[in-house]
């Protein structure tokens, strides 16, 4: 068995992804998101219910990740699609940024709204993000992971795994055009692994620094290096059963 397949192999021995179609993984996907962002880092206000939610959670298709076997709830992203018969009501990100965005490299306002989306509200759980520096940060990343010591050596599954659903969801719905408000480090992990997550525009402030970038669906599935592909392979028909699912649901 090659090491390239091994990669996903490894991902489906620990850990299940899928888009939360239902109103259940949904709540799960609210209840993470309590954890981390309101119990955790008080990025938030804590909730009665439990769940943190914001008005953005209905245009939205979210990501679940668990622990295979347990059924640990691990982390969660999720992809804000623009109304497309309202071009006028911008993103998060399009307010945020709106005045460090290089408009020269990619101008939202510009691109056709039903091909743009943004990715946002990753977080992971505190189990799943126990490494030194991990407490102060809703995303588990560190430069360690991505040094080339082997397909497997400290790869980091969770956060690579989130960003490839909402490729994976992306693609599958025509939204070409993936925004995200990203650490500067971490855009720059990514692309030592080929996935080329392009800087737009300068430093902001928001839950420390953070940088407008750009993902292009296809380009990151189209261009994927081999490593990495068998590992998306597996998210992908996670996607697309879990949209099987529910068509077969609805008929």
């Known amino acids: 068995m090659s090491s390239e ?7 489906q021995q620990y850990f299940e992804i899928t888009p939360a179609l239902s109103q259940d993984d949904r709540e799960d996907v609210f209840r993470i998101r309590h954890e981390v962002y309101c119990r955790d880092l008080g990025w938030e206000p804590l909730r009665a219910d439990g769940m943190e939610t914001d008005a953005f959670d209905a245009q939205s298709v979210h990501c679940l990740l668990r622990h295979r076997g347990s ?8 992809l804000i699609l623009a109304d497309a018969t309202q071009p006028q009501a911008l993103l998060p990100f399009e307010e945020s940024c ?4 290089d408009r020269r490299i990619a101008d939202p306002a510009a691109l056709p709204r039903e091909q743009v989306a943004e990715v946002s509200r990753l977080a992971v759980m ?5 490494r030194k520096g991990e407490q102060q940060s809703a995303l588990a990343v560190g430069a360690d992971d991505f040094e080339p010591r082997g397909p497997q050596s400290r790869f980091p599954f969770i956060p690579v795994s989130l960003y490839l659903c909402a490729a994976a969801i992306a693609l599958r719905l025509g939204r070409e055009y993936c925004f995200v408000l990203t650490e500067p480090r971490l855009a720059a992990h990514f692309s030592r692994i080929g996935f080329d997550i392009q800087t737009i525009g300068g430093v902001i402030e928001h839950r420390g620094e953070r940088a407008p970038s750009l993902l292009r669906a296809s380009k990151v599935v ?8 068998p590992f998306y392979e597996v998210v992908e028909a996670s996607v697309n059963a879990a949209y099987a699912r529910q ?4 008929s």
Request: aromatic residues 6%; glycine residues 16%.
């Open 126 to 130: 505190r189990d799943f993000r126990q």
């Open 247 to 250: 068509a077969g649901g609805a």
């Open 222 to 229: 189209g261009e994927m290096r081999p490593l990495i592909r």
């Open 98 to 101: 709106a005045e460090v965005i």
């Open 71 to 78: 059924g640990m709830l691990v982390g969660c992203t999720r």
């Open 5 to 11: 397949r091994n990669l996903g192999d490894s991902f």
